[in-house]
Nanobody
């Protein structure tokens, strides 16, 4: 399956964005989806993950309470709703999968980016 992230942009601190992760060449329902980010000069970072069934969800401590991950298998798309954005959320965001579970996906997504990311810039 190929995954493509979109929906990034420039937003002021405190603002919101919704990122989308569209799947092609496969069925999204068969995969856990993880969101990751990388800021210039920094290492790749896990952000969030949702298992294939949606029954298991992970958030990094830095985004808990502000970001919400979801999936719409009928649309073959996963989402990351980002609220109360901070300048430190500025990064290139991408989605990836390592299989059905978040354990595998959160490891695989750090090793390999997969598709092109989408830039999120939080600045006044």
């Amino acid at each position: 399956v190929q995954l493509q992230a979109s929906g990034g942009g420039l937003v002021q601190p405190g603002g919101s964005l919704r990122l989308s992760c569209a799947a092609s060449g496969g069925t999204l329902a068969d995969y856990a989806i993880g969101w990751f980010r990388q800021a210039p000069g920094k290492e790749r970072e896990r952000v969030s993950c949702i298992s294939d069934s949606g029954g298991s969800i992970y958030y990094a401590d830095s985004v808990k309470g502000r970001f919400t991950i979801s999936r719409d298998n009928a649309k073959n798309t996963a989402y990351l709703q980002m609220n109360s954005l901070k300048p430190e959320d500025t990064a290139d965001y991408y989605c990836a999968t390592g299989g059905r579970t978040c354990i595998a996906t959160l490891t695989a997504g750090l090793r390999k980016r997969g598709g092109r990311g989408t830039q999120v810039t939080v600045s006044s």
